[in-house]
């Protein structure tokens, strides 16, 4: 079984400015991915950023980073920039692959609020 | 390509009806599954699918059915609905690689009065 934790509920940053986000995950299996989802007032999921557990270098998509520490179960995002429009919520979410399962469990959430 | 396409995409519903909520792909992907997203939290595994004929369940599978005839196709039963099934509902995809391949439905959002 796998578990997300996402221990902010909110964060406020300033526009222009980079945040991070933080998330834990649990998990025995020895393969496993990890993502992070961004959800707008919209409600649609977008899928942001993945990061395969053998992965030895950290991914970046544009301006969206994710710090992968494997030893502290640790896949924190990093939103370089920020721009209002990056206002949403924010989902960190992981799949075990050593089993045929490959269904994604979801942390709670982190909303995200960018001010001018 | 259309990907994950959910039907309705509002319902409103009265305490003990039933009804079906639609999902279908077109990227041929192996792996289907039903979530549900209640207010201010994340989303929650309610069954799965990884082929034709295969389903299985998942964190809170009760009050729900699922069947999968075609690859397609993964509808949704809910059968005497409760007002603790309103939320919203997200049908995804993904092949069997897993990876970034994972296809969200739009949601349904489902009120039960």
């Known amino acids: 079984a796998q578990k997300i934790t996402q221990t902010q509920p909110g964060m406020f940053v300033q526009e222009k400015e980079a945040v991070t986000l933080d998330c834990t995950y649990d998990?025995?299996?020895?393969?496993?991915?990890l993502f992070w989802y961004k959800q707008p007032s919209s409600g649609e999921m977008i899928f942001l950023i993945y990061?395969?557990?053998?992965?030895?270098q950290n991914a970046t998509e544009g301006r969206y980073s994710l710090n992968f520490q494997k030893a502290r179960k640790s896949a924190n995002l990093v939103i370089s920039a920020s721009q209002l429009g990056d206002s949403a919520m924010y989902f960190c979410?992981?799949?075990?692959?050593?089993?045929?399962?490959?269904?994604?469990?979801f942390g709670s959430g982190t909303r995200l609020q960018v001010q001018p | 390509n259309a990907g994950v396409t959910q039907t309705p995409k509002f319902r409103i519903l009265k305490i003990g009806q039933s009804m079906t909520l639609q999902c279908t792909q077109d990227?041929?992907?192996?792996?289907m599954y039903w979530y549900r997203q209640d207010p201010g939290m994340g989303l929650k595994l309610i069954y799965y699918?990884?082929?034709?004929?295969?389903?299985d369940k998942g964190e809170v599978p009760n009050g729900y059915n699922v069947s999968r005839s075609t690859t397609e196709d993964f509808p949704l039963r809910l059968e005497l609905a409760a007002p603790s099934q309103t939320s919203v509902y997200f049908c995804?995809?993904?092949?069997?690689?897993?990876?970034?391949?994972?296809?969200f439905g739009s949601g349904t959002r489902l009120t039960v009065v």
């Open positions: 995804a995809s993904s092949s069997k690689s897993g990876g970034g391949g994972y296809t």
């Open positions: 998990t025995s299996d020895q393969s496993y991915g």
């Open positions: 990061q395969g557990s053998y992965d030895e």
């Open positions: 979410a992981m799949v075990g692959m050593d089993t045929g399962r490959r269904a994604l469990t």
């Open positions: 990227m041929n992907h192996n792996y």
């Open positions: 699918s990884v082929g034709a004929g295969i389903t």
